[in-house]
């Protein structure tokens, strides 16, 4: 009877050591869902050595289309392009009043602009908020933060014409010929070092 219990005791001991030891392996080889192929990494452009401090989420992909034929409207009504612009470095930032965010970044995109003044580099805000109430707010705004114009996309559709898809605010840098060369999503210091090495960079590009 001894040597019977005895014998149960070493199997259970056994089935369980079994259970925690395949328990552990299938831990460390299942860590929460199935291992994924291997995704492609986007190669990026010599413009990402600006993506630090502020502007560390910069995107700066090394395909670069052309900025899309879409026409927003400028503070007169008259439809505009980007292709209007072509020849100047672009930073293209795309607000609207109900954006905190959009904001809070406008007075230094105001001092970048200022900065810039007398060079090829043209700061464009382009505001999203479609409703005459909305729009007359966005004028006053942006009205305080000169020399900064008005431009405004009354279909609220360019923000996702751009690779943020719909994130605000957005801002876009264009070069000379009007392909984007980098993109930043949410709220941004535009005044400071890292802003004007990297509008440097594209303005020492040949036209």
């Known amino acids: 009877m001894g040597g019977s219990k005895t ?8 089935v369980l050591v079994g259970a925690i030891g395949g328990g552990a392996a299938w831990l460390y080889a299942n860590p929460g869902s199935p291992a994924k ?6 190669t990026k452009s010599a413009l990402a050595r600006f993506a630090v401090g502020p502007l560390a989420r ?11 034929d879409y026409v927003f409207k400028s503070r007169d009504g008259a439809d505009v392009r980007f292709a209007d612009f072509r020849g100047k470095v672009v930073v293209v930032n795309l607000w609207a009043m109900w954006c905190a965010p959009c904001r809070t970044e406008m007075p230094t ?3 970048l602009s200022e900065a810039y003044k007398d060079s090829d580099m043209v700061v464009l805000p382009i505001n999203v ?3 005459p109430d909305a729009l007359a707010d966005a004028t006053s705004f942006i009205d305080v933060h000169e020399p900064l114009p008005l431009y405004n996309d009354p279909k609220f559709q360019l923000p996702f014409e751009f690779p943020g898809k719909g994130k605000m605010p957005q801002t876009i840098l264009l070069d000379r010929q009007g392909r984007i060369r980098a993109t930043f ?3 941004a210091d535009w ?3 890292e802003a004007r090495a990297l509008v440097d960079a594209l303005l020492a ?3």
């Open 7 to 14: 014998a149960i005791i070493v199997v259970a001991a056994i």
């Open 37 to 42: 192929a291997s995704e492609p990494v986007a």
């Open 58 to 68: 910069l995107e700066t992909p090394a395909d670069t289309p052309v900025a899309p």
């Open 109 to 111: 995109l105001a001092t």
């Open 129 to 131: 908020d479609n409703t």
């Open 185 to 187: 999503a949410g709220e």
């Open 191 to 193: 005044a400071g070092a």
């Open 205 to 207: 590009e040949p036209a």
